[in-house]
Protein backbone atom coordinates (compact mmCIF):
# COMPACT_ATOMS: atom_id res chain seq x y z
CA UNK A 1 0.00 0.00 0.00
CA UNK A 2 2.67 2.30 1.12
CA UNK A 3 4.80 1.42 -1.94
CA UNK A 4 1.74 2.00 -4.26
CA UNK A 5 1.25 5.60 -2.98
CA UNK A 6 4.71 6.62 -3.45
CA UNK A 7 4.51 5.88 -7.02
CA UNK A 8 1.26 7.29 -7.66
CA UNK A 9 2.60 11.07 -6.52
CA UNK A 10 5.37 10.22 -8.39
CA UNK A 11 8.73 8.80 -6.18
CA UNK A 12 10.13 7.06 -9.44
CA UNK A 13 12.33 10.50 -10.10
CA UNK A 14 13.95 9.48 -6.97
CA UNK A 15 15.24 6.52 -9.30
CA UNK A 16 17.33 8.78 -11.28
CA UNK A 17 20.72 9.05 -8.89
CA UNK A 18 20.49 5.04 -9.65
CA UNK A 19 20.61 5.38 -13.68
CA UNK A 20 23.45 8.46 -13.56
CA UNK A 21 25.16 5.59 -11.13
CA UNK A 22 28.68 5.81 -13.43
CA UNK A 23 28.83 9.69 -12.22
CA UNK A 24 31.10 10.96 -9.56
CA UNK A 25 29.79 12.29 -6.21
CA UNK A 26 27.09 10.35 -5.51
CA UNK A 27 25.69 8.95 -1.87
CA UNK A 28 22.69 8.23 0.55
CA UNK A 29 21.86 10.48 3.82
CA UNK A 30 19.76 9.17 6.17
CA UNK A 31 18.51 11.35 9.46
CA UNK A 32 16.25 10.42 12.24
CA UNK A 33 14.70 13.52 13.99
CA UNK A 34 12.69 13.94 17.23
CA UNK A 35 10.79 16.89 18.24
CA UNK A 36 8.39 17.95 20.81
CA UNK A 37 6.28 19.95 17.82
CA UNK A 38 6.40 18.88 14.13
CA UNK A 39 4.53 21.89 13.09
CA UNK A 40 4.74 20.25 9.36
CA UNK A 41 1.85 19.73 7.06
CA UNK A 42 -0.63 20.79 9.95
CA UNK A 43 0.68 18.30 12.25
CA UNK A 44 1.40 20.55 15.84
CA UNK A 45 2.15 17.65 17.91
CA UNK A 46 5.41 16.28 19.16
CA UNK A 47 7.01 12.92 17.04
CA UNK A 48 9.80 11.68 15.30
CA UNK A 49 10.58 11.90 11.22
CA UNK A 50 12.93 9.83 9.35
CA UNK A 51 14.73 11.19 6.11
CA UNK A 52 16.59 9.33 3.13
CA UNK A 53 17.62 10.99 0.50
CA UNK A 54 19.88 9.90 -2.77
CA UNK A 55 22.19 12.90 -4.12
CA UNK A 56 24.74 13.42 -6.80
CA UNK A 57 26.85 15.76 -8.88
CA UNK A 58 27.99 15.67 -12.21
CA UNK A 59 30.53 18.13 -13.44
CA UNK A 60 31.47 18.43 -17.27
CA UNK A 61 30.27 20.21 -19.99
CA UNK A 62 27.48 20.60 -17.97
CA UNK A 63 26.70 20.31 -14.33
CA UNK A 64 23.95 18.38 -13.18
CA UNK A 65 23.22 17.76 -9.27
CA UNK A 66 20.29 15.96 -7.83
CA UNK A 67 18.78 15.85 -4.19
CA UNK A 68 15.80 13.60 -3.34
CA UNK A 69 14.35 12.63 -0.76
CA UNK A 70 11.60 10.74 1.35
CA UNK A 71 9.94 11.22 4.77
CA UNK A 72 8.21 9.61 7.12
CA UNK A 73 6.12 11.66 9.93
CA UNK A 74 5.47 9.04 13.42
CA UNK A 75 5.63 6.04 11.30
CA UNK A 76 2.14 7.18 9.63
CA UNK A 77 2.24 5.89 5.97
CA UNK A 78 -0.52 8.69 5.51
CA UNK A 79 2.47 11.19 6.04
CA UNK A 80 5.06 9.90 3.75
CA UNK A 81 6.05 12.81 1.22
CA UNK A 82 8.71 13.02 -1.42
CA UNK A 83 11.13 16.20 -2.45
CA UNK A 84 13.11 16.02 -6.09
CA UNK A 85 15.47 18.64 -6.85
CA UNK A 86 16.92 18.73 -9.64
CA UNK A 87 19.48 21.41 -10.85
CA UNK A 88 21.73 21.97 -14.74
CA UNK A 89 24.03 24.61 -14.89
CA UNK A 90 25.88 25.60 -17.81
CA UNK A 91 28.85 27.61 -16.63
CA UNK A 92 30.85 29.98 -19.12
CA UNK A 93 34.01 31.82 -18.32
CA UNK A 94 34.82 35.38 -19.41
CA UNK A 95 37.58 37.45 -20.06
CA UNK A 96 39.49 38.26 -16.24
CA UNK A 97 40.01 36.32 -13.56
CA UNK A 98 36.94 34.78 -12.01
CA UNK A 99 34.46 35.99 -13.97
CA UNK A 100 32.06 33.82 -15.34
CA UNK A 101 28.58 33.43 -16.11
CA UNK A 102 26.23 30.83 -15.07
CA UNK A 103 22.91 29.74 -17.08
CA UNK A 104 20.94 27.42 -14.82
CA UNK A 105 17.02 25.44 -14.60
CA UNK A 106 15.71 24.53 -11.45
CA UNK A 107 13.23 21.92 -11.10
CA UNK A 108 11.63 21.13 -7.58
CA UNK A 109 8.28 18.85 -6.62
CA UNK A 110 6.78 18.25 -2.99
CA UNK A 111 4.79 15.23 -3.42
CA UNK A 112 2.83 14.13 -0.58
CA UNK A 113 1.27 10.24 -0.42
CA UNK A 114 -1.78 11.79 0.75
CA UNK A 115 -3.13 15.30 1.12
CA UNK A 116 -2.90 16.53 -2.22
CA UNK A 117 -3.46 20.37 -1.22
CA UNK A 118 0.41 20.15 -0.28
CA UNK A 119 1.72 19.08 -3.79
CA UNK A 120 3.46 21.19 -5.77
CA UNK A 121 5.75 21.72 -8.35
CA UNK A 122 8.39 24.74 -8.96
CA UNK A 123 10.74 25.43 -11.71
CA UNK A 124 12.85 28.41 -12.19
CA UNK A 125 14.76 29.33 -15.18
CA UNK A 126 18.07 31.98 -14.01
CA UNK A 127 21.03 33.61 -15.33
CA UNK A 128 24.18 34.42 -12.87
CA UNK A 129 26.74 36.74 -13.37
CA UNK A 130 30.14 36.73 -11.48
CA UNK A 131 32.37 39.19 -12.73
CA UNK A 132 35.55 41.62 -11.18
CA UNK A 133 35.23 45.11 -10.71
CA UNK A 134 38.49 47.11 -10.32
CA UNK A 135 40.15 43.82 -9.77
CA UNK A 136 39.44 44.12 -6.64
CA UNK A 137 34.94 43.98 -5.98
CA UNK A 138 32.91 40.81 -6.99
CA UNK A 139 29.99 41.86 -8.65
CA UNK A 140 27.16 39.32 -9.08
CA UNK A 141 23.43 40.73 -10.36
CA UNK A 142 21.14 37.63 -10.86
CA UNK A 143 18.24 37.15 -13.02
CA UNK A 144 15.37 34.89 -12.85
CA UNK A 145 11.98 33.56 -13.34
CA UNK A 146 9.86 31.25 -11.34
CA UNK A 147 7.06 29.24 -12.11
CA UNK A 148 5.16 27.48 -8.93
CA UNK A 149 2.24 25.27 -9.88
CA UNK A 150 -0.09 24.00 -7.25
CA UNK A 151 -1.85 20.39 -7.42
CA UNK A 152 -5.23 21.86 -5.67
CA UNK A 153 -7.58 24.42 -7.14
CA UNK A 154 -8.04 25.66 -3.48
CA UNK A 155 -4.22 27.25 -4.22
CA UNK A 156 -2.95 29.29 -6.52
CA UNK A 157 -0.28 29.34 -9.28
CA UNK A 158 1.84 32.10 -9.99
CA UNK A 159 4.53 33.39 -12.23
CA UNK A 160 7.41 35.14 -10.00
CA UNK A 161 10.14 37.55 -12.19
CA UNK A 162 12.98 38.25 -9.77
CA UNK A 163 15.90 40.65 -10.29
CA UNK A 164 19.03 40.87 -7.60
CA UNK A 165 22.43 41.95 -7.07
CA UNK A 166 25.19 41.65 -4.69
CA UNK A 167 28.54 43.28 -4.53
CA UNK A 168 31.30 41.50 -2.46
CA UNK A 169 33.44 44.39 -0.91
CA UNK A 170 37.10 43.62 0.92
CA UNK A 171 37.81 45.61 3.98
CA UNK A 172 40.09 44.88 7.10
CA UNK A 173 39.22 41.73 8.30
CA UNK A 174 35.99 40.76 7.12
CA UNK A 175 34.13 41.41 3.51
CA UNK A 176 31.05 43.26 3.46
CA UNK A 177 28.68 41.89 0.89
CA UNK A 178 25.18 44.25 0.44
CA UNK A 179 22.46 42.75 -1.83
CA UNK A 180 19.47 44.26 -3.19
CA UNK A 181 16.32 42.60 -4.89
CA UNK A 182 13.03 43.13 -6.13
CA UNK A 183 10.71 41.31 -8.47
CA UNK A 184 6.59 40.62 -8.29
CA UNK A 185 4.33 37.36 -7.80
CA UNK A 186 1.88 37.61 -10.78
CA UNK A 187 -1.25 35.72 -10.40
CA UNK A 188 -4.64 35.55 -13.16
CA UNK A 189 -5.59 39.07 -11.85
CA UNK A 190 -3.40 40.53 -9.73
CA UNK A 191 0.77 41.12 -9.56
CA UNK A 192 1.91 41.89 -5.81
CA UNK A 193 5.81 43.92 -6.04
CA UNK A 194 7.97 42.91 -3.09
CA UNK A 195 11.79 43.52 -2.73
CA UNK A 196 14.77 42.62 -0.32
CA UNK A 197 17.27 44.24 0.91
CA UNK A 198 20.24 42.07 3.56
CA UNK A 199 23.64 43.32 4.41
CA UNK A 200 26.49 39.99 5.24
CA UNK A 201 29.56 40.21 7.11
CA UNK A 202 31.85 37.41 6.29
CA UNK A 203 34.57 36.98 9.27
CA UNK A 204 36.81 34.31 7.87
CA UNK A 205 39.45 34.90 11.04
CA UNK A 206 42.00 31.98 10.27
CA UNK A 207 42.53 29.12 8.42
CA UNK A 208 39.82 26.43 10.64
CA UNK A 209 37.48 29.67 12.47
CA UNK A 210 34.88 31.87 10.70
CA UNK A 211 31.93 34.11 11.84
CA UNK A 212 29.38 35.84 9.46
CA UNK A 213 26.54 38.13 10.27
CA UNK A 214 23.55 38.70 8.39
CA UNK A 215 20.78 41.55 8.43
CA UNK A 216 17.79 41.08 5.98
CA UNK A 217 14.67 42.86 5.14
CA UNK A 218 11.80 41.79 2.63
CA UNK A 219 8.34 43.27 2.11
CA UNK A 220 5.50 42.24 -0.26
CA UNK A 221 2.71 44.41 -1.40
CA UNK A 222 -0.61 43.83 0.20
CA UNK A 223 -3.13 41.74 -1.86
CA UNK A 224 -6.31 43.87 -3.21
CA UNK A 225 -8.36 41.10 -4.85
CA UNK A 226 -6.51 37.58 -5.18
CA UNK A 227 -5.08 36.33 -1.71
CA UNK A 228 -2.08 33.63 -1.98
CA UNK A 229 -4.22 31.00 -0.13
CA UNK A 230 -7.03 30.15 1.24
CA UNK A 231 -8.33 31.29 4.54
CA UNK A 232 -9.49 27.64 5.13
CA UNK A 233 -5.74 26.83 4.87
CA UNK A 234 -4.20 30.61 7.26
CA UNK A 235 -3.41 28.50 10.36
CA UNK A 236 -1.24 25.80 8.33
CA UNK A 237 2.54 26.18 9.00
CA UNK A 238 2.87 24.62 5.34
CA UNK A 239 1.74 27.75 3.60
CA UNK A 240 3.27 30.02 6.19
CA UNK A 241 5.94 31.66 3.72
CA UNK A 242 2.76 32.19 0.87
CA UNK A 243 0.64 34.57 2.92
CA UNK A 244 3.94 36.22 4.50
CA UNK A 245 3.71 40.29 3.82
CA UNK A 246 7.48 41.43 5.36
CA UNK A 247 10.01 39.82 7.32
CA UNK A 248 12.95 41.19 9.03
CA UNK A 249 15.67 39.25 10.68
CA UNK A 250 19.60 39.42 11.84
CA UNK A 251 21.56 36.17 11.73
CA UNK A 252 25.03 35.17 13.57
CA UNK A 253 27.02 32.06 11.99
CA UNK A 254 30.35 30.85 13.73
CA UNK A 255 31.76 28.26 12.49
CA UNK A 256 34.98 26.01 13.99
CA UNK A 257 36.62 23.26 11.94
CA UNK A 258 38.99 20.56 13.76
CA UNK A 259 41.48 19.73 11.62
CA UNK A 260 43.57 16.52 13.42
CA UNK A 261 39.87 15.44 14.65
CA UNK A 262 38.13 15.60 11.08
CA UNK A 263 35.45 17.44 12.51
CA UNK A 264 33.67 20.58 12.71
CA UNK A 265 31.25 22.69 14.96
CA UNK A 266 28.69 25.07 13.68
CA UNK A 267 26.54 27.64 15.64
CA UNK A 268 23.73 29.87 14.34
CA UNK A 269 21.18 32.36 15.99
CA UNK A 270 18.21 34.40 14.82
CA UNK A 271 16.36 37.13 15.59
CA UNK A 272 13.21 37.60 13.26
CA UNK A 273 9.97 39.59 13.03
CA UNK A 274 7.48 38.47 10.88
CA UNK A 275 3.25 40.20 9.36
CA UNK A 276 1.50 38.30 7.29
CA UNK A 277 -1.45 39.74 4.97
CA UNK A 278 -4.99 39.77 6.72
CA UNK A 279 -6.73 37.01 6.48
CA UNK A 280 -10.64 37.57 7.29
CA UNK A 281 -9.90 41.26 8.43
CA UNK A 282 -7.35 39.23 10.89
CA UNK A 283 -3.69 40.49 11.43
CA UNK A 284 -0.69 38.56 12.93
CA UNK A 285 2.39 39.51 13.85
CA UNK A 286 4.84 37.26 14.86
CA UNK A 287 9.19 37.44 16.47
CA UNK A 288 10.96 35.29 17.51
CA UNK A 289 14.51 33.33 18.16
CA UNK A 290 16.05 30.45 16.42
CA UNK A 291 19.20 28.80 17.18
CA UNK A 292 21.21 25.63 16.44
CA UNK A 293 24.11 24.03 16.64
CA UNK A 294 25.43 21.15 15.16
CA UNK A 295 28.55 18.64 15.20
CA UNK A 296 29.96 16.94 12.09
CA UNK A 297 32.74 14.00 12.22
CA UNK A 298 33.94 12.66 9.48
CA UNK A 299 34.36 8.56 10.12
CA UNK A 300 36.04 8.22 7.21
CA UNK A 301 36.86 9.57 4.13
CA UNK A 302 33.56 8.90 2.37
CA UNK A 303 31.11 8.49 5.62
CA UNK A 304 30.05 11.00 8.00
CA UNK A 305 27.96 11.80 11.17
CA UNK A 306 26.46 14.34 12.34
CA UNK A 307 24.42 15.18 15.49
CA UNK A 308 22.17 18.81 15.68
CA UNK A 309 19.56 20.50 18.43
CA UNK A 310 17.78 23.00 16.68
CA UNK A 311 15.17 25.51 19.53
CA UNK A 312 12.78 28.10 18.17
CA UNK A 313 10.34 30.37 20.13
CA UNK A 314 8.43 32.25 18.50
CA UNK A 315 5.61 34.83 20.28
CA UNK A 316 2.55 35.84 17.91
CA UNK A 317 -0.23 38.60 18.45
CA UNK A 318 -2.68 35.41 17.96
CA UNK A 319 -2.60 32.34 20.30
CA UNK A 320 -2.63 30.16 18.06
CA UNK A 321 0.50 30.78 17.07
CA UNK A 322 2.27 30.96 20.30
CA UNK A 323 4.51 27.89 20.00
CA UNK A 324 8.26 26.55 21.02
CA UNK A 325 9.94 23.77 19.33
CA UNK A 326 13.28 21.64 20.02
CA UNK A 327 14.47 19.09 17.72
CA UNK A 328 17.28 16.57 17.84
CA UNK A 329 18.56 15.04 14.36
CA UNK A 330 21.09 12.56 13.96
CA UNK A 331 22.19 12.28 10.47
CA UNK A 332 24.57 9.70 8.24
CA UNK A 333 25.86 10.55 4.89
CA UNK A 334 27.58 8.26 2.81
CA UNK A 335 29.66 9.15 -0.44
CA UNK A 336 30.14 6.40 -3.22
Not at 60 to 86: A, E, H, K, P, R
Not at 260 to 287: A, M, P
Amino acid sequence: MVRNKILSTGGVVLLLPLLLYSYTNKGLSFSYTATDNVYLLNIKDYGSIIDIGPFFQYEGFFNLMYNGNVSLINFDDNNIFLTNNLSLQKKFYLTGVGNKNITYVNLYSFLPASRDIYKYTEFILGNSLNIYVADKYLFAPDVNLKYKNFSSDSMSDYLEPNIKSSIKIPLPYFFFIPEIGAGMKMYDNEALLFYTILSHFDFPLTLNFSAALSLSYSHTQHPEDVYPIDAAYADDPFFEQENLSHMSDITLSVNKVFLKQYSQLSLDVQFFEKEFFEVDNQGRNDNGLKASAAFTKFIKRNLSFSVQFESLFNSSSLDDFDYNKNNLVLSFQLIF
